[in-house]
């Protein structure tokens, strides 16, 4: 595996947006922890929420003066094309593991596990299930508390598949999900903790800027900011549903033919899934030039998702699953009203009709969208209401204090 440099951040800096009780108990918590060893691993250090919310995490608890190392797993193509499969079954997709994919799973899981042989870590976190059996190869002394923390929407999982994984995550002190719908009922988890993934206001991708730049920003791509413009950013993956997107902006230009419609994506090094998505919306798009696709490989990058995020009129996050859905709470802490998917995570952040709207359908999408178009002084509403809901409880702040409560917990003083 490979150790992760990150940039570091003060945690000084975020103290304007904590309450005094928050400040406190993180500061009491972090008191607690000074002189123990953390690990967190996840499989991809770019591309997707969970290398985002590593990015905050590591380096301000790293401020707290907790020693975090963050580590990155080490797969191959064959690798994340299975844990890929095994990604969208938890997430509902029918099939089974063939044989070749167990082993492949394990086979790789017992590699990266060979080379923690001298780790001598209090507390190891592991995200999501490419590297869950670490913990079954485990070669530690035994005295490391384990966590396994799950990103993804296992709402309705694929029954073979949850059992396959359950067998691991078992092994576990302690387990993470996002909300308890995710989690079967009879799964026998340790010390089951929720805890919802939050954003980073001091990032780039987050900083408030200026709507004039943000204009500019987004006119490089082609984009007439004479014109709304609504954006769906996402990896491009079935379960984000870029094709249903394009499907209901067609539906909307015809009642409103200035409309544009940017899809940003970017390409995450463990999602091999993400090229062929990305062929297939490209060709759903056609010929028709107000709709942009954008991507990392044309120069999206943190500011530039911003700037869509900032100057378009709305923003998409048709999912059809969801584990959590960063993009929500990035678009609606810059006060851009957010439609989603009526699915996992976005269910948490979306009040229906305050902040934005909850759909099920593309009609109903493009129906939202045609109302908050003609209705822009909704716009100004929810746009009040969504930056409150994040304020209070989706910045980073709530997320370092969440896991140094489980961290403390799971080793109580004197151990
Ligand atoms: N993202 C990005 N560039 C893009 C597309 C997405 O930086 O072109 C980021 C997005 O801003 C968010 C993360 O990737 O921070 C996606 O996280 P989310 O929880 O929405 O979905 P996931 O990809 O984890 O399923």
Redesign the pocket.
Known sequence: MELVTVKQKRFADYLPFLDPPVREEIEELAARLQGKKVAMINATTF????A?KLHSLVPLIKDLGIHLDWWVFEGSLEFYQVTKVLHNRLQGQEGSMTPQEVEIFDQYNRANAATMANWDYDLVVVHDPQPAALIHYRQDLGRTKWIWRC?IDTSTPNEECWDFICQYIRQYDATIFTMPDFVKEGSRLNRLTFIT?S?DPLSR?NILLDPEEARKIVARFGVDTNRPLITQ???F?PW?DPLGVIEAYKIVKKDFPSVQLAL???M?TDDPEGWDYLYYTLRRAGEDYDIKVV??FNG?S?LE?NAFQTASEILL?KSLR???????A?GLWKGTPVIGGKVGGIKLQIEDGVNGYLVETVEECADRVLNLLRNPSLLHDFAAAGKEKVRRHFLITINVLNYLRLFADLMPEGC
């Not at 969801?322 to 929500?328: I, K, P, S």
């Open positions: 591309g997707g929420g969970v985002e990103h993934p954003i991708k950013v996402s990896r993956d984000k940003v994506g970017s995450a991507t990392n999206i943190d998702v996050q969801e584990g959590f859905g960063l993009t929500v990035e």
